[in-house]
């Protein structure tokens, strides 16, 4: 049986150190009916040149032009294509592996699909931000949309006879992709994500550094009203839960000010204790049984959150997590309400930090000796300065798109001050020392 003919498409400007990868990759493909074609925006290296002397049966075209418009670059490479079907490459992505255009070729031969996009990852010399811009886009799940125009043309395939009808936007610099996909959703078309159909790309995609075409980009997704509404849970982890006075849970205070907040969609409660849901009960309220492997104590928290999440994100799709431990109940009145109204979503997490540049040792009489109670670990020479200290666990904001690669870690983290009085953690020490001097 012929297989059917796949124009690839690959984006090049000054590629000479990619260019001989990327398309060694393609010749090692099983899938062996495809024609290669080059759009080269003015490369000034000598991209052009190791594709005619290593890859002469590549058909390059010449793409002039000051303002480099990837729609109009695509329409292009794509009106000289014979093919059935169109796959789209930047030339600084690598296919993973030779089944990466079989992988796409068996997705975008179904019927009502108009494209499919593939995974990303990121190489070791990566820069950390592309690092985890790259993982945070790009999940392990398959997955079809129907309403999320979220598509990317470094890694994709399309229908040749759709983009006869609609070809890629020509006077947006940014984003033509998403755009071209909402399209295709709102004629009740579907995109396809496939992971298995993964190449590796040098460069992250979101372009945080960037700051003027982060700029450009919010304004082009506002414009094209492609921004999905926010859906912001709360969740803490928890083993086995404090008990206060009155056989009363010490979380049931934080779970009562959250489920005043309208914002706030679900509460999630992973514990490995799930006594407590016979205690604490609401409709918002979802536990989750903490895995057995991971339930040991020197687990952090972040560890655990990475593992919910993946269960939550199957059914609930939240954008944004609150996550909060039970210990810190010296929560500042509605604490969490001025968190989110403090969030920013250029951010991908908000941070509660305290100053403790005037800290000392707290010490407590035991008999003729002296216990402390807490210490400080900063030296004199820091501790002349202002220094905070960051306190996830009175309640942090974290987009979700985070949390699977770094938890509630970030390297673009917005801070939020509080008094250092509610920083403090439940700890018995402190707090009996606290009723000595009550």
């Not at 509080?418 to 700890?427: E, G, I, L, M, T």
């Amino acid at each position: 049986m012929i297989k059917d003919l796949v124009s690839i498409v690959v984006r090049t400007k000054n590629e000479s150190f990619w260019i001989s990868k990327c398309l060694h990759a393609i010749s090692l493909q099983d899938y062996k009916n495809y024609e290669v074609i080059v759009v080269d925006n003015n490369s000034r290296d000598n991209t052009v040149e190791i594709i005619k002397k290593n890859f002469p049966k590549t058909k390059i075209i010449s793409y002039k032009s000051k303002i480099f418009l990837p729609g109009k670059a695509l329409n292009l490479g794509i009106s000289k294509a014979k093919g059935k079907y169109i796959a789209m490459l930047s030339g600084h992505c690598i296919p993973k592996n030779n089944k990466w255009l079989k992988n796409f070729v068996k997705n975008i031969k179904q019927k009502k699909i108009a494209g499919c996009y593939g995974k990303q990852e990121p190489l070791d010399m990566s820069n950390p931000n592309d690092v985890r811009d790259l993982y945070y886009l790009f999940g392990r799940d398959k997955k079809i949309q129907t309403k999320e125009p979220f598509f990317h043309n470094a890694n994709s395939i399309i229908k040749k006879s759709l983009w006869n009808k609609y070809k890629f936007d020509e006077n947006t610099n940014h984003i033509e992709d998403r755009i071209w996909a909402q399209e295709m959703l709102n004629l009740k078309y579907k995109i396809i994500y496939e992971p298995e159909a993964c190449v590796y790309h040098f460069h992250g995609v979101s372009h945080s550094q960037n700051i003027s075409r982060v700029s450009k980009i919010s304004k082009i997704i506002t414009k094209s009203s492609i921004t999905k509404k926010p859906m912001i849970c709360a969740i803490t982890v928890i083993k086995k839960p404090i008990l206060k006075k009155d056989n009363n849970y010490l979380i049931q205070g934080a779970i009562d000010d959250l489920l005043k907040i309208k914002k706030i969609q679900k509460i999630f409660i992973v514990t490995d204790d799930l006594k407590i849901q016979k205690k604490i009960k609401n409709r918002k309220i979802i536990y989750i049984k903490r895995p057995h492997n991971l339930s040991e104590d020197i687990l952090g928290a972040d560890q655990i959150l990475k593992d919910a999440f993946v269960k939550i994100n199957k059914k609930y799709k939240p954008t944004h997590l609150l996550s909060f431990e039970e210990i810190y109940v010296f929560r500042p009145k509605n604490f969490f309400k001025k968190l989110i109204e403090n969030y920013d979503d250029n951010y991908d997490c908000l941070v509660p930090i305290s100053c403790f540049s005037k800290d000392h040792n707290i010490w407590k009489k035991n008999g003729l000796e002296m216990d402390v109670v807490y210490k400080t670990s900063l030296p004199s020479s820091i501790n002349k300065h202002l220094v905070y200290r960051e306190i996830k666990g009175l309640g942090c904001i974290i987009k979700s798109l985070n949390i699977e690669a770094n938890g509630r870690e970030s390297s673009n983290t917005k801070f939020f001050e509080v008094p250092n009085k509610f920083a403090f953690s439940y700890d018995t020490s402190l707090i009996n020392l606290v009723k000595q001097f009550q």
